[in-house]
């Protein structure tokens, strides 16, 4: 477990990518049970069990979406398991180093909250950027805009299904 976690740790920190990910037959299922994981416990702050696994499988549906025609296109269709497993993993590992940042803002919004928000999803961004680079073998620009093109369709696809329900404030009867 230690040598797995050690590997996508690398990942994020840029010093490897998907082409040293195993491509072993187990290690894609146990390495999306821990994305699954993560990700429900996120959104299990903010709301309710069916809606977390709902929100997790439609967020795993849209990035084998977005993956594997690239990697058709690019006719790197071999680098397809490497690939999504890197990107399941970073992203649990991001999404579990942000977990004090969301716990916070449920809290209590402050500007460190939102600043650590905003630094966790330029760092999904570039490390995305990162993996699609090598699984693509295409520069890092154009990588980094295929990685933004993801999160910008992901999170408006998401925002689409499952809108976060905006509180009204009411008017104070002091005034």
Not at 85 to 101: E, K, Q, S
Not at 104 to 126: I, K, R, Y
């Amino acid at each position: 477990m230690y040598p797995l976690l050690q590997l996508f740790l690398e990942i994020t920190a840029f010093r490897k990518g998907p082409q040293d990910v195993p491509s072993v037959g187990w290690l894609l299922p146990f390495v999306l049970l821990i994305y699954v994981a993560i990700n429900v416990a996120i959104v299990l702050l903010n709301g309710d069990f069916l809606t977390a696994l709902m929100q997790v499988a439609l967020d795993f549906g849209l990035m084998i979406a977005f993956i594997w025609p690239l990697l058709f296109v690019s006719d790197k269709l071999a680098r397809f398991r490497q690939t999504l497993t890197a990107l399941l993993g970073v992203d649990a590992v991001i999404n579990f180093f942000a977990l004090p940042a969301v716990l916070s803002l449920n809290n209590e919004a402050t500007d460190l909250g939102f600043f650590a928000m905003l630094l966790m999803m330029l760092w999904h961004w570039a490390v995305t950027g990162h993996i699609l680079r090598y699984a693509l073998d295409r520069p890092l620009f154009f990588s980094l805009g295929l990685a933004f093109l993801y999160l910008l369709i992901s999170s408006q696809v998401m925002e689409a299904l499952f809108p976060v329900p905006v509180v009204a404030i009411a008017p104070s009867a002091d005034l």
